[in-house]
């Protein structure tokens, strides 16, 4: 492993850590990340490269999807290590000549970052020379409005990202920070979710003696309660229209 990979990987960022900072060239204009998205949600999410069919599927679902994250205070910006010209090139030939599972005539609005030089995709630990030194692999990144990244998810050049698993992952995180609950497995809204754990011995009793009927206790770690998918969509939805 030479020095430059060596530097990659020491510099992957992690849950929980701030998102690094960078400015960019994009299709949309110029772009200070995070900043210019404090106060909402952003997915940064990278792909290999312009003018390939899987990454021309991604595009085109993601942008069929775009008002639906903008709905629940999200950005998309996306990012490969083309240049401006190719992404331009790229993205009209998608309106313009691909009609791909009923979706046609589909214009991309959300930010395609430039990122020739790399710079960008290192500091996010997108180039991993394992699988191509030279690509940025479909990395997805979920960052809070405070900057902080909560999520990330990699896959590899071959495989197609599962758009209905992006979007529900930040339905979830929404939800766990404005009920302060956590959800288990194949949660979606309308399913129960997870209480905090009991943090004394009398909220453990209490739970096992089933004392609050809002509450399901499989056992005293575990324990669960409804929470009306009205109510999750009323908390996260946004009520004003978006502009674009």
Request: proline fraction near 6%; include cysteine.
């Amino acid at each position: 492993m030479n020095e430059h990979s060596e530097l990659q990987t020491v510099n992957m960022p992690r849950i929980g850590d701030k998102a690094p900072e960078f400015r960019a060239i994009t299709t949309q204009g110029d772009i200070h990340f995070p900043n210019d998205y404090r106060g909402r949600w952003v997915i940064l999410f990278s792909h290999p490269a312009d003018f390939t069919p899987v990454c021309t599927s991604e595009f085109m679902t993601f942008a069929k999807m775009e008002n639906q994250f903008n709905q629940a205070n999200c950005d998309l910006v996306g990012l490969s290590v083309d240049g401006l010209y190719s992404h331009i090139a790229w993205l009209r030939t998608i309106k313009e000549k691909i009609e791909y599972k009923g979706m046609k005539d589909i214009e991309v609005q959300f930010p395609l970052i430039e990122d020739i030089k790399m710079e960008v995709a290192n500091k996010y630990g997108m180039v991993q020379p394992g699988e191509d030194s030279t690509k940025a692999v479909r990395a997805v990144f979920f960052i809070d409005p405070h900057g902080i990244i909560r999520t990330i998810i990699y896959y590899p050049l071959s495989l197609g990202r599962n758009f209905d698993e992006i979007y529900r992952v930040l339905v979830a995180l929404q939800t766990a920070d404005k009920f302060s609950v956590a959800t288990p497995a194949d949660w979606k809204p309308g399913d129960e979710v997870i209480v905090p754990p009991a943090g004394s011995c009398g909220v453990a009793k209490d739970r096992m003696e089933n004392t609050d009927e809002d509450v399901k206790c499989y056992d005293w770690f575990f324990c669960t309660k409804k929470l009306k998918e009205e109510e999750i969509w009323d908390a996260i939805l946004r009520k004003e229209p978006i502009a674009h």
